[in-house]
T-cell receptor, first 115, second 113 residues
Framework: GDSVTQMEGPVTLSEEAFLTINCTYTATGYPSLFWYVQYPGEGLQLLLKATKADDKGSNKGFEATYRKETTSFHLEKGSVQVSDSAVYFCALSPNYGGSQGNLIFGKGTKLSVKP | DAGVIQSPRHEVTEMGQEVTLRCKPISGHNSLFWYRQTMMRGLELLIY????????DSGMPEDRFSAKMPNASFSTLKIQPSEPRDSAVYFC???????????FGDGTRLSIL
């Protein structure tokens, strides 16, 4: 079945460091891909999305490119801040076009940014 | 605009008791999702509704779990009888059907003693 695998955390970085969180997926057809962020004590929030191959999603300095050839959707940010400390989830929607009838999540990667 | 509202935020109860979790989706959203989050299993989809109709309940762990959506503005997730292994954070999310993001509530932290 469809699945998402993301790098295990925790990831600890110093402020202004470069961030990469790897995400790969297995899916039939052409899924849409998402990154969600969860701050402590809160629910998940959509960070960015990409609905077709080679699309780049971006938001708040974060970006990820939908790579069909490598079935990947790695999250990157050039310079992290302490306020970026959170848990990041990669997810896919099995339905082409982004219909979110069913999101499949990775296990999450906890990021801690030190001042 | 009010987001997805879940209640209660925390619930502590004894094994065997009935537990009811509540969710009010964002007004106008026609899809509603219930998730469970644990350290061991991560985030799991339990069930989702489109236009108040259950579409996929394959994630509901067993018959002790049931979910209803009597109208477009309210849903419940019930566990009866509850067991310690049901302890988790339960999230409700809503969205418009189609290429729209899911909006999550802040969750209910459930502890079964």
């Amino acid at each position: 079945g469809d699945s998402v695998t993301q790098m295990e955390g925790p990831v600890t970085l110093s402020e202004e460091a470069f961030l990469t969180i790897n995400c790969t997926y297995t899916a039939t057809g052409y899924p849409s891909l998402f990154w969600y962020v969860q701050y402590p004590g809160e629910g998940l929030q959509l960070l960015l999305k990409a609905t077709k191959a080679d699309d780049k999603g971006s938001n708040k300095g974060f970006e990820a490119t939908y790579r069909k050839e490598t079935t990947s959707f790695h999250l990157e940010k050039g310079s992290v801040q302490v306020s970026d400390s959170a848990v990041y989830f990669c997810a896919l929607s099995p339905n082409y076009g982004g219909s979110q009838g069913n999101l499949i999540f990775g296990k999450g990667t906890k990021l801690s940014v030190k001042p | 605009d009010a987001g997805v509202i879940q209640s209660p935020r925390h619930e502590v109860t004894e094994m065997g008791q009935e537990v009811t979790l509540r969710c009010k989706p964002i007004s106008g959203h026609n899809s509603l999702f219930w998730y469970r989050q644990t350290m061991m299993r991560g985030l799991e989809l339990l069930i989702y509704f489109n236009n108040n109709v259950p579409i996929d309940d394959s994630g509901m762990p067993e018959d002790r779990f049931s979910a209803k959506m009597p109208n477009a503005s309210f849903s419940t997730l019930k566990i009866q009888p509850s067991e310690p292994r049901d302890s988790a954070v339960y999230f409700c999310a809503s969205s418009l059907v189609g290429n729209q993001p899911q909006h999550f509530g802040d969750g209910t932290r459930l502890s079964i003693l």
